[in-house]
Structures are given as C-alpha cells and as structure tokens.
C-alpha cells in the first residue's frame, strides 16, 4: 500500500486491509431499479386483474375488495422486493441483469433489516415520487447510494466485473 491511510471510498477487512471493491455506476444502478420497478409494476396489475375478476363474479364485497388492494400493494411493492434480496442475498432480478449486489457499508453481507429499510423508502422515493428522490440521492452521493440505501447503511457493489484481456505470449 503506498499510504497508511485508507480513503472513504475504500472499505477495510478485519485485518485492517484495504479492499479495492467498484460501486455500481449510477446509470447501471437506475437500469437496474428499472428492471425491479417494472416487475413490480407487473405483478400488481395481476393482481388487480384477480380482485377484478373476484369482485365481477360475486365472490368478495367492496369491504374485502378495498382490503386486497392494499394488501397487493404491500405485497408487491415491499415483501415481493424483501424477500427477493434477503433470498438472493443482496440481489434482485435487475442487480443480477446489471450485475450488482447490495452490501453493507463495511462491505459485509446485508440481512432482512436492511432489505426492509431499503423496501420501505423505495416506496417513498422510487414509486411515489417516480424515482424523483432516488436520482436525486443517487446522483449527489459517492456510491450512487439512493435514499433507503443512506438510511441503511448499504450501497450497490459491482459483482461482474470486465475480464482481463489475456496476451498471447510472443
């Protein structure tokens, strides 16, 4: 190492090492939320479509017809996205397109506390302001970290990096 002294970007192991780890780019990190936001998008219409079918054919009243609808928002807005990063650990199915993972600040792995925080103000930030405040945050902060992951303590590591290009030997 040429300094005693790490910087804040880089993240220290348990042997106080400075470890060389990438934060995924802001343009991958909105591509990916993108990804996550549109599947999100997609499984609450479904189910709209199945409360709408419930309601057409006499099953359920408009009592349990206003409960299911919120019940679908919770559902796919924040314990869909929940229990998709805590199971995949850290991942998503746009951080596995882009190539990304979250982890803690300290470069430690992330549990269902910080999937809960990052869900919860995802809702905030990502779908009822239209990724306003997520830009936002993103774009103003070292790691691209959007709001839920400044509260949490997380950031987006890049997990697929480029290969290096292999010389054949003369």
């Known amino acids: 190492m040429s300094s005693s002294l790490a910087t804040s970007e880089e993240i220290l192991s348990g042997e106080a090492v400075a470890i060389d780890v ?3 780019g802001f343009i991958l990190r909105a591509l990916g939320a993108l990804i996550d936001m549109i599947l999100s998008i997609v499984l609450f219409v479904l ?3 199945l409360r709408i079918w ?3 054919t006499g099953l359920i009243d408009e009592a349990i017809d206003r409960i299911l609808t919120v019940t ?5 807005f924040v314990v869909v996205p929940v229990a998709m990063e805590v199971s995949l650990r850290g991942r998503s199915l746009g951080k596995l397109a882009v190539g990304g993972r979250i982890v803690r600040v300290d470069g430690g792995a992330t549990g269902f506390r910080h999937a809960f925080i990052r869900a919860l103000l995802g809702v ?3 779908y009822m302001t239209f990724g306003a405040i997520a830009v936002l945050s993103g774009a103003f902060s070292a790691r691209s970290q959007r709001l839920g992951d400044l509260v949490a303590g997380t950031y987006s590591q890049r997990v697929r990096t480029p290969a290096l290009i292999s010389h054949a030997p003369v």
Do not use: H, R, S, Y
């Open 22 to 24: 990438q934060p995924v």
């Open 47 to 49: 189910f709209l479509f």
């Open 54 to 56: 419930l309601v057409d």
């Open 72 to 76: 679908a928002m919770v559902v796919c």
């Open 124 to 126: 905030l930030e990502i």
